[in-house]
């Protein structure tokens, strides 16, 4: 059995569903291909069921590549005001949470169901619970072999919307880079980003009896254009390190360098015990209790060789300052990370120079796209990346005008 199309979508995400819907709409022939029987996982399981599906500030400041620029292009073009008034159309309750991140009031169903709308009213076809084996030239056609009854399928134009590495255990291949390396098309080293970093457990046993315990600090790493800086929360693990304050930093992390973190932003520790040495009454470890959990400020003094009960009178001004500057300047480097089964989302992929950025088709293989997070293109925490899938879906989608 073969069918032809006008365009092939692999990859019914959050990328591949609105790209299909996009190319529908002009008129094209358009067939959707999925390994799995679900429609987009990632966004059923986003934000804790309700899907983070944008955020009102996303800007090409937001997202990391080894060309920043490319990204201009598409979200220019496909905006979060854009995104919200198809939510709208849909009749679609939302709110917003925190620094301009828009999730659903209900549940991420209602985005699903919107986007297979909008694709159904397209006129897309299914192909769900159809791997796809191998892609291939066959003429001027592309060539798709697929298993489970989907037969052969030649396309005019292919889409590969596959995602990357993250999150295994709901689909998460490598395909998008096999096929981009079949096409002989340069790949940006991938590696976890938005994810938990950890600690040698030697290193890190000190610690370990404050997992659980989440507070507002200043994280950052890096020089200069690689700098990141972040004021978000931060949860201790058993094994290291989370929370958004350290998913945000692990995308600017590298290997071998430390992070810079204050647990106290609003306070210069050491210049407030030292200035109230004659007036503070209380001990060490009720002061600390005053600006964070007390089983932190319990945990952290015994951790760092302080004795929680000594009374701040009693201590020179030299132990107070290096007291000080373990709050505002702790000083720590991961040893890694939890890994693709932990992360949001893959950094790296396929590089942005073999595409067009006004379309995202291969310059050098005309009718191939990559969109999505299959692309060197990673947004921050918050949205970001469901912005880029809309933006980039729709820079392809509208191309075959």
Request: hydrophobic share 45%; aromatic share 8%; glycine share 12%.
């Amino acid at each position: 059995m073969t069918k032809q199309f006008d365009v092939a979508v692999i990859g019914a995400g959050a990328a591949g569903l609105m790209c299909a819907a996009a190319a529908g709409r002009q008129g094209k022939t358009v067939v959707l291909i999925d390994h799995g029987s679900k429609l987009a996982e990632k966004i059923r399981i986003s934000g804790g069921g309700r899907c983070n599906f944008t955020n009102i500030n996303a800007g090409p400041q937001h997202f990391l590549s080894d060309n920043p620029h490319f990204c201009k292009s598409a979200l220019s073009r496909y905006t979060p005001q854009d995104f919200l008034s198809l939510i709208r159309r849909y009749r679609i309750a939302y709110h917003e949470k925190h620094k301009g991140q828009l999730f659903c009031d209900n549940s991420a169903e209602d985005i699903i169901a919107m986007l297979k709308a909008e694709c159904d009213l397209a006129g897309v076809q299914w192909r769900m619970g159809c791997g796809v084996q191998g892609v291939g030239k066959d003429g001027a056609l592309f060539r798709i072999e697929s298993d489970n009854n989907g037969g052969v399928i030649l396309a005019a134009n292919v889409v590969v919307a596959t995602g990357g590495l993250s999150i295994p255990k709901i689909g998460a291949t490598d395909f998008a880079y096999r096929i981009a390396r079949q096409f002989d098309l340069k790949l940006v080293q991938t590696r976890p980003g938005l994810v938990p970093l950890t600690f040698d457990s030697a290193a890190w046993q000190s610690l370990v009896e404050l997992a659980g315990i989440a507070l507002q600090v200043e994280v950052e790493t890096g020089a200069k254009k690689e700098r990141g800086y972040f004021l978000e929360d931060l949860l201790f693990t058993h094994r290291g390190l989370s929370g958004p304050a350290i998913l945000q930093i692990s995308s600017f992390w590298q290997p071998g360098t430390p992070l810079t973190i204050n647990l106290l932003p609003e306070i210069d520790v050491a210049a407030y015990l030292i200035e109230g040495k004659s007036t503070l009454k209380k001990n060490l470890g009720n002061v600390l209790a005053q600006w964070m959990p007390a089983r932190l400020a319990d945990g952290w003094l015994l951790a760092n060789q302080f004795d929680p009960g000594a009374k701040i009178a009693d201590m020179p001004d030299k132990l107070l300052r290096r007291l000080g500057e373990t709050l505002n300047r702790w000083q720590v480097a991961p040893s890694g990370s939890e890994g693709y089964r932990k992360a949001e989302v893959t950094m790296g992929g396929v590089d942005t120079g073999e595409l067009s950025q006004q379309s995202m088709m291969v310059n050098k293989v005309p009718g191939l796209y990559f969109i999505g997070e299959a692309v060197d293109v990673t947004g921050w925490l918050g949205g970001y990346n469901f912005q880029w899938a809309w933006a980039s879906g729709m820079a392809a989608g509208l191309s075959f005008a």
